[in-house]
């Protein structure tokens, strides 16, 4: 149990490095409140809150497994995060084993809310709405945007303070550009449950990352939901070109990577930016979607095989070691068998270092929902296999590839094995890279980036080999 008069909160944070980034700026807010973070789960916890996901059918069952094992402890339990902005009231109607379902308005004042909860005072659940028609984007509202939007403080609290709390130790921070997306991709929900894109000002983001490095990180990943948007709402596309070199200037910083970028959107300058600025990354989370333009006009998105490929072949003559991943959808509605051989001709020609294989599912409120030509089951099932067994055919290759490269690793783990990850590798989802054959009597340190050779690889995995050693 908490110490008397002490209020004690366990944070259980699901889904993506956004939600990652929510869950520090409440436990801020809430430290800010009076509430004492637990180590932990909940052991020690008089409140347990779960910031959930609902981008896929895959990550709300996560969501409400959690929440139910949550409540299972006896603990006072609050849902707060995408399922809960998106469901609300309807969620709580189903779900009754939460005290309180909270969206995105509550953040602000989560203490108070927490402190109804575990008063044992009613809390209202959030009533969801199409965050789309709230906010204006153009950069004559912008201000407006920015004092409405409906997402943890941007950068501090009232009192000065940050508003953040860093949830571990880990050498890599994600800094959030924006919030909210304007693309209107048929098959995606996002943009309605969180918003208009809105861009936080540059001299924020610069601030934060100067926290963050002060606080031990020494990579950080800038995140949103389309960085290649970001500044346009500030009237001035090539804000992130600028932003870039001034944030890898940062005192501590050793390297910046950027996450979440449209291709139709990657201009030549930002690309440029991304593939030579001294101390960013030359990495390229591409959100190709598919490849067969007849496919991507479905999905309502742009591009086809020829100019994805076009596209990398100008990465890789700036930078021919970049990395480059991507996410794909098989089964969308329409899909033929012509469609999957072209996507798979795409994926053998790209050499991409990490590709994740979704086999498409209705989401609700989506345009796709309504599409003629829906896929069995069955079918669905069997393309991801298909195309998931080439891509890990792919993957392997392409690291194979990096045999005998020069990398950068970023020492993140230190046990019986050295273990980070070199520049092509983002965090936690692109593999990581085993550092060997260090001299006796030379230990590096968490945090450090270590200059190796690849010798040998493991599916995505590099081994490396300390260079000098």
């Known amino acids: 149990m908490s110490e008397p008069n002490k209020r004690s909160v366990a944070l259980l944070t699901l889904g993506c490095a956004r939600n990652e980034v929510d869950s520090e700026e409440l436990a801020a807010r809430l430290g800010a409140g009076g509430w004492t973070l637990t180590e932990g789960e909940s052991e020690n916890a008089d409140v347990i809150v779960v910031n959930t996901c609902g981008f896929i059918d895959s990550a709300k069952k ?14 006072k339990v609050v849902a707060v995060g995408c399922l809960a902005e998106r469901y609300g009231d309807e969620l709580a109607a189903s779900l009754p084993e939460a005290d309180a379902i909270l969206g995105f308005d509550s953040y602000a004042d989560i203490a108070a809310r927490l402190d109804d909860v575990a008063a044992g005072r009613e809390v209202p659940a959030h009533r969801p709405r199409d965050r789309r028609t709230l906010l204006p984007v153009s950069p004559a509202h912008r201000p407006a945007a920015a004092a409405e939007v409906a997402l943890p403080g941007h950068a501090w609290l009232p009192n000065g303070g940050v508003a953040r709390t860093r949830l571990d130790d880990s050498p890599v921070a994600y800094l959030k550009l924006a919030s909210g997306c304007d693309r209107r991709c048929s098959f995606c929900a996002i943009p309605s449950f969180r918003g208009a894109f809105v861009s936080r000002p540059p001299a924020d983001v610069l601030a934060e990352a100067r926290w963050l490095a002060d606080s031990g990180a020494r990579e950080i990943v800038l995140v949103s939901e389309n960085s290649t948007s970001y500044g346009k709402d500030l009237g001035d596309l090539r804000t992130l070109e600028r932003l870039l070199p001034e944030l890898a200037a940062v005192d501590g910083i050793e390297r910046l990577r950027v996450s979440y970028l449209q291709p139709a959107e990657l201009r030549p300058s930002l690309l440029q930016a991304i593939a030579t600025t001294p101390g960013v990354a030359p990495y390229f989370d591409l959100s190709f979607q598919h490849s067969s333009a007849t496919v991507l006009r479905r999905m309502k998105r742009f591009g086809s095989t020829e100019s994805f490929l076009q596209l990398l072949a100008q990465i890789r003559e700036l930078a021919p070691h970049a990395g480059a991943r991507s996410n794909i ?13 072209e996507l798979e001709a795409f994926l053998d020609g790209a050499r991409l270092d990490v590709v994740g294989v979704f086999g498409y599912s209705d989401e609700d409120g989506t345009e796709a929902v309504g599409f003629d030509g829906k896929l069995d089951a069955e079918v669905i099932a069997e393309r991801v296999e298909r195309i998931s067994e080439t891509v890990t055919e792919l993957i392997a290759q392409r690291a194979e590839d990096r045999i005998g490269e020069q990398v950068q690793v970023l020492v993140e783990e230190i046990s019986d094995q050295i273990v980070g990850r070199a520049a092509h590798q983002g965090p936690d989802v692109d593999g990581s890279t085993i550092l060997v054959g260090f001299e006796p009597g030379y230990h590096p340190s968490r945090g450090e980036i270590v200059t190796a050779e690849v010798v040998d690889t493991d599916g995505a995995d590099l081994v490396a080999t300390v260079a000098g050693s």
């Open 329 to 341: 959808i098989v089964g969308f509605p329409g899909e033929t068998e012509d469609d999957l051989a």
């Open 62 to 75: 996560d969501s409400i497994d959690t929440v139910l094992a949550a409540a299972d402890t006896g603990k």
